[in-house]
């Protein structure tokens, strides 16, 4: 499609879109092409696989039965998170 700069300043945006839809738009000045509105490609996107290797560490023993018994013991048997065997506390007023 060809259309004169005129049109093309009133429907830019009409303009653009056909452009990046994959239609050919080209801007003429006194009837003889001058631009073409071309849709610029996609930046890809770097992959962040591997972006912590080397910065990060965990434990060898991260999911043992050891450490897991006393992440247990830390939620069963703290303050923090009485169980339903524990006394109600009364309020101080």
């Known amino acids: 499609m060809q259309v004169n ?8 945006s009409k303009l653009i879109e056909q452009a990046e839809n994959g239609e ?3 801007l003429a000045r006194n009837g003889k092409p001058a631009v073409a509105l071309v849709p610029v490609p996609a930046k890809k996107r770097k992959t962040l696989l591997g972006a912590l ?9 991260f999911n043992s ?18 169980g339903p065997s524990s006394k109600p506390r009364k309020k101080s007023a």
Do not use: C, Q, R
């Open 5 to 12: 700069i005129h049109y093309a300043k009133t429907h830019l």
């Open 24 to 26: 050919e738009v080209v």
């Open 53 to 61: 290797k080397g910065k990060m560490w965990i434990s060898d023993d």
């Open 65 to 82: 039965p050891e450490t897991n018994k006393e992440i247990e013991d830390l939620f069963l048997n703290s303050s923090l998170f009485p």
